[in-house]
């Protein structure tokens, strides 16, 4: 947000890349600065908006119950959720963790189980710190809220039917169980069942310029492995890693080649900002200024809720950089609470904290440019990649397409694959929708 002058007085404004669009609160709320005092003046959309709870039609959360859900609690919640929405949901397995117990994810679709041409996929992860339990609860809770409003809400309702979702509440459950109620920034549980941090044995920046001992799948952890395979056998376009200890959203690089605290900027810096500040902003506290959690961490701040991670602190190993480095997918660390597990009775303050946010963070995946790349013969050519000066390459999936978020403007991009002739193309950019750019490749003299 940017403060903007107006006859002597001073109101706050949302700019047009601020991440706040329809159905967030913060649209409906003016907040005026006269002669030093406040005056909230909220219109009438604002009434209906509390009124109905984010829409007219949308049902809520609000007689749900909201508790700690260990491991078996956690796996009932997710089939009942199947169970209730069959239409629309799927349950799998991605692996297990190093105590067997398996690593679950719930899948929203129109078309469960079926990757669809053009339409992106997107993820949340939870838990990756056993002991940092909030992002675990609002996965939960998450599945629950879009599938109920599948049939009330027609923009819950064009979201799912446009994304593929992937929701993973918990990637530590073995660190889960030995976490305890009211820990505030403690680490019993912190760390999986090897006593190892899960969040610092990835292959990374580091790893990938071969600055550090040598790692492979072959010797990381099993919910490491899981989540490597996981991660770059779907084309996620976007993603989220969920934890506690702090309430700022992070975005990559996590480190450097020096591994020092300074400011780590990835090609895609600006992607990232936004895509960053599209949650902080919506969040309902987290951007605003002062400390982030008072009393604790020497009274840290963040401007608009946001942080590069390696300017914040460096982190090797890490999963939002092995995203990044190692797939399509553009992967930022949410911090979401200042104690790591709160007490039951909070939870419900939490999500009401982050649900718009939750959602309107994965519509960003529906940015930039898409399209399809075919041969001559209109047959996709996987692993295609597209081309844009010197930020990140992404490549196409198995049929053919593939999405690059971008901001607004003008750029060139290139799409070339073995055996083909390359081919550039000028495309511009808009906020209101991605660009559709679809590209047939003539094969090589």
């Known amino acids: 947000m940017n403060k903007s002058k107006n006859n002597g007085q001073s109101k706050i404004t949302v700019n ?30 604002c009434l209906v908006f509390v009124t109905a709870t984010y829409t007219a039609s949308v049902v809520s959360n609000e007689n749900d119950e909201f508790v700690h859900h260990h491991y078996e609690d956690m796996v009932k919640f997710m089939e009942k959720v199947h169970a209730d929405y069959p239409h629309i949901t799927r349950l799998y397995d991605i692996g297990e963790s190093v105590q067997g117990r398996a690593l679950k994810v719930i899948e929203i679709s129109d078309k469960p189980g079926i990757h669809e041409v053009g339409e992106p996929e997107v993820k949340y992860v939870g838990n990756m710190h056993g002991n940092e339990v909030v992002g675990r609860e609002l996965i939960l809770h998450l599945s629950r809220y879009l599938c109920k409003n599948y049939d009330k809400d027609p923009e819950i309702r064009r979201f799912i039917d446009n994304t593929r979702i992937h929701l993973l509440p918990s990637m530590n459950p073995d660190g889960y169980e030995r976490a305890i109620e009211g820990d505030y ?3 019993r549980g912190r760390r999986n069942a090897n006593h190892v941090d899960l969040n610092r044995n990835f292959p990374d920046y580091i790893y990938l310029n071969g600055k550090t001992a040598k790692r492979s799948i072959e010797n990381a952890e099993p919910e490491t492995r899981a989540l490597m395979a996981w991660i770059t056998r779907t084309p996620f376009v976007l993603s989220a890693n969920l934890h506690g200890g702090s309430i700022v959203a992070n975005y990559p690089y996590d480190t450097d080649y020096d591994s020092v605290r300074r400011y780590s900027a990835s090609n895609d810096d600006d992607v990232f900002r936004f895509i960053a500040k599209s949650y902080s902003l919506t969040h309902r506290t987290m951007a605003r200024s002062g400390p982030a959690c008072p009393g604790q961490r020497r009274g840290e ?125 000028d495309v511009i950019v808009t906020k209101e929708k991605p660009t559709e750019l679809n590209v047939t490749l003539q094969r090589s003299q």
């Open 16 to 45: 047009e890349y601020s991440g706040i669009e329809a159905n967030t609160v913060h649209n409906f709320i003016v907040i005026k600065y006269i002669e030093g005092k406040i005056m909230w003046k909220v219109t009438l959309i």
């Open 185 to 187: 920034q403690g680490i």
């Open 301 to 425: 701040s963040f401007k608009d809720g946001i942080t590069n991670g390696a300017n914040w602190y460096p982190v090797n190993g890490g999963m939002q950089d092995f995203n990044y480095l190692r797939s399509n997918c553009f992967e930022i660390t949410l911090e979401l609470s200042c104690q790591k597990y709160p007490m039951a009775k909070d939870l419900k303050s939490y999500w009401n904290d982050n649900k718009y946010a939750m959602i309107h963070y994965l519509r960003q995946a529906h940015r930039g440019v898409k399209g399809v790349v075919s041969d001559e013969d209109g047959a996709g050519i996987p692993d295609a990649r597209i081309v844009i000066g010197a930020r990140k390459v992404v490549t196409t999936a198995d049929d053919g397409d593939y999405w690059r978020i971008l901001l607004p403007g003008k750029y060139t991009v290139r799409i070339e694959a073995e055996g083909y002739q390359p081919v550039e193309k």
